[in-house]
């Protein structure tokens, strides 16, 4: 049973426009959710977090928003480049000593020139 | 800048065979992790380890195994390799202090015929 659904597998933006990434978990324990970018042939690197405590977590051009009564997250990209086309994965953590962390199946972000 | 390394990148191989699949990281982190992905499918993880000694397995079963002799280095080993194997692995390695943000390596994409 998947966690963590991200249920758009593709995105495209027109570049100078918001993109917005969406992601619903379903286990409350999360308590820390973080976005990962993959580029084709790559390992996943990390872009954003947050932890369950705030709202709202912000890193240039990348702002990731968390509502707790929903069990959403999204993360927008403003404005989008080019090179901001990949695969983005959303992902949860319980925290504590196991620190596991639970992937969504990624949504793939074109932006178009 | 995330100095972890997988090799090989790419390994083609025949039912049967054993294969290592290695993986190092430079940075001193105690944890590292193996996560198994299949294509448009999120990565699940099948190892993870606290530090030099310590193995624990992940939430999708495997039946690879792995060893932590040294912190730089977390070996991933399948004894008889399937085409059911067949995947990409990625390993990742975080601090204790920030586990939750994970350094990937590139990635091991596996074929077996």
């Known amino acids: 049973d998947q966690q963590v659904k991200q249920n758009s597998p593709s995105l495209s933006v027109q570049e100078g426009r918001i993109s917005i990434l969406n992601c619903d978990y379903t286990n409350s324990m999360f308590d820390y959710f973080l976005w990962y970018k993959k580029y084709p042939a790559e390992g996943p690197t990390f872009l954003i977090s947050?932890?369950?405590?705030?709202d709202k977590n912000e890193d240039g051009r990348f702002t990731v928003f968390l509502n707790k009564s929903a069990k959403h997250l999204s993360l927008h990209i403003v404005p989008s480049q080019p090179g901001d086309s990949a695969v983005y994965f959303c992902?949860?953590?319980?925290?504590?000593?196991?620190?596991?962390?639970?992937f969504g199946t990624g949504t793939l972000l074109a932006v178009q020139p | 800048e995330a100095d972890i390394y997988q090799t090989p990148r790419y390994l083609v191989i025949g039912t049967g065979k054993k294969i290592t699949l290695e993986c190092s990281q430079t940075?001193?982190?105690?944890?590292m992790y193996w996560y198994q992905q299949d294509p448009g499918m999120e990565l699940h993880l099948i190892h993870y380890s606290y530090g030099v000694n310590s193995t624990e397995k992940g939430d999708l079963s495997s039946e690879s195994t792995v060893s932590r002799i040294r912190t730089e280095h977390f070996p991933l080993t399948l004894e008889s390799a399937r085409p059911s194997h067949t995947s990409q692995y990625l390993c990742?390695?975080?601090?204790?202090?920030?586990?939750?943000?994970?350094?990937f390596g590139q990635g091991t994409r596996l074929t077996v015929v």
């Open positions: 992902a949860a953590d319980y925290g504590g000593a196991t620190n596991k962390l639970i």
């Open positions: 990742a390695s975080s601090s204790l202090d920030r586990a939750a943000e994970a350094f």
């Open positions: 940075m001193g982190h105690d944890k």
């Open positions: 947050i932890s369950s405590i705030k």
